[in-house]
Nanobody, 126 residues
Framework: QVQPVESGGGLVQAGGSLRLSCAASGRTFAVYNWGWFRQAPGKGREFVAGVTWTGGTTYYGDSVKDRFTISRDNAKNTVYLQMNSLKPEDTAVYYC???????????????????WGQGTQVTVSS
């Protein structure tokens, strides 16, 4: 019903910046919450940032707060993740997720999201 597609990943040096995009198609009108998660090799998925589609309220994981910024363009059905001051520990596959659940209480929980993109690789060199 909803197909998020991530783009913008790549290789950057520590301290650099990168902007990820998540373009969505399908029944995006049914999506209340959007999130970015990341997964490093051998590790579980970690919440990075979330945004409510209508109000634009944002949420961030402690590890990226004050460095990353999530935003959305409703007209383009696109969610962005601006990543600044990147660190080697930010290296991971980044996933865009869409949730039809109502409410903010579960916005950080991976299991509550219904649709996932294929992921885009972000590599930060030392």
């Amino acid at each position: 019903q909803v197909q998020p597609v991530e783009s913008g990943g790549g290789l950057v040096q520590a301290g650099g910046s990168l902007r990820l995009s998540c373009a969505a198609s399908g029944r995006t009108f049914a999506v209340y919450n959007w999130g970015w998660f990341r997964q490093a090799p051998g590790k579980g998925r970690e919440f990075v940032a979330g945004v409510t589609w209508t109000g634009g309220t944002t949420y961030y994981g402690d590890s990226v707060k004050d460095r990353f910024t999530i935003s959305r363009d409703n007209a383009k059905n696109t969610v962005y993740l601006q990543m600044n001051s990147l660190k080697p520990e930010d290296t991971a596959v980044y996933y865009c997720a869409a949730g039809t659940f109502i409410g903010r209480v579960d916005i950080t929980e991976e299991s509550r999201y219904d649709y996932w993109g294929q992921g885009t690789q972000v590599t930060v060199s030392s």
